[in-house]
């Protein structure tokens, strides 16, 4: 297990996979952590009732090997969210991290998510009852304003007050969230970026670990912000082309070694499959996962075509994964 200590996982910040919504679960997590020892990877939100009340072990059940991991938490009562992060502690979460920046409608319902950003002395509240309540670090991941909020007045004051709280680390989607007349999708690309903002928050807050998450689609632009920052986040980039990003992060971001090649991470994911498989699971609920892994490379499109074809096929196994991955190996020969 990685050290829970915040100056271990303020390292692996250095670069994260971002939390998102029927995408990062369980299998999308284990296999990047195939493709980089280093990145910090992150649930799905998971909403503190859902913990509370629900089936922990699909909500927070995880492979080992997938530390250093962090689970994300929605919810906007200070006891129920307390109550979530021990349970989420119990399962060997590395860090918990509040929602503060999904800006869906049915998010809003529940008072949290981006909503949270109107709300500065409540968020303090919340995280202040999670640092009490667990012993990992508690992070936040926030926007930089919502709706008509000005961000170059709304976001210094959201991070002096949930600092003063006890947060000492921030992931901050550099666009505003427009809560009424905009879909979550058009919430990713209408509201311009204003990575600026960001780098200014950091000579106001010298103190803070600040992450930049929003439009950053490779590592030749994720490298330049970490001269200033802390951190950056990518989140569609590393689930469609994860090879583009997570192969060779752990080189580039890290200063580690040269990572494995898609086909390698292909074969490490058989044993694994053949476990879900085994456990009663289906190979698309993997497999789904590993469609971008050669994207731009010849045969990738046979590759996605075949599996996408056959892997929600009953009885579908690890062979309809050898053979689509020959359509690239073949390519390549």
């Not at 990685?2 to 029927?22: C, G, I, N, Y």
């Not at 002096?160 to 000492?168: E, I, L, M, W």
């Not at 994911?269 to 050669?294: C, E, N, S, W």
Request: with cysteine; hydrophobic share 40%.
């Amino acid at each position: 297990m990685t050290e829970k200590t915040p100056q271990r996982l303020e390292h692996h910040a250095r670069l994260s996979v971002a939390p998102m919504m029927d995408w990062t679960d369980r299998h999308c997590r284990y296999l990047h952590r195939r493709m980089s020892k280093h990145a910090l990877l992150y649930t799905e939100m998971v909403t503190a009732p859902a913990v509370i009340h629900g089936d922990r072990e699909r909500l927070l059940g995880f492979n080992e090997t997938e530390h250093p991991v962090a689970v994300q938490l929605g919810g906007s009562d200070p006891k129920q969210l307390a109550e979530a992060a021990r349970i989420a502690e119990d399962y060997g979460y590395d860090e918990i991290n509040l929602n503060c920046g999904c800006p869906s409608d049915r998010v809003q319902s529940g008072s949290f998510g981006a909503i949270l950003m109107e709300t500065p002395a409540l968020v303090a509240e919340c995280c202040a009852q999670l640092i009490a309540a667990v012993d990992v670090p508690v992070t936040v991941k926030c926007r930089i304003g919502v709706d008509d909020q000005e961000p170059t007045e709304v976001l210094p004051d959201f991070l002096a007050r949930v600092s003063s709280a006890g947060v000492g680390r921030f992931t901050i989607h550099a666009r505003k969230a427009w809560l009424q007349g905009l879909s979550p999708k058009e919430n990713r690309d209408i509201p311009p970026l204003d990575y600026p903002l960001v780098h200014e928050m950091k000579a106001v807050f010298p103190h803070l670990h600040l992450s930049i998450n929003g439009g950053i689609e490779s590592l030749d632009q994720a490298e330049p912000f970490l001269d200033a920052l802390d951190g950056v986040m990518i989140g569609r980039a590393a689930y469609h082309t994860p090879s583009d990003i997570l192969l060779d992060a752990d080189r580039r971001i890290f200063g580690g070694r040269v990572g494995p090649t898609a086909e390698e991470v292909v074969m490490e994911m058989l044993p694994y499959i053949d476990q879900h498989l085994g456990a009663g699971g289906k190979l698309h609920h993997v497999t789904r996962h590993m469609l971008g892994l050669f994207q731009g490379r010849p045969g990738a499109r046979m590759w996605r075509r075949y599996l996408s074809e056959n892997a929600h096929k009953d009885g579908a196994g690890c062979d309809v994964v050898e053979t689509a991955l020959g359509f690239v190996t073949q390519q390549a020969a």
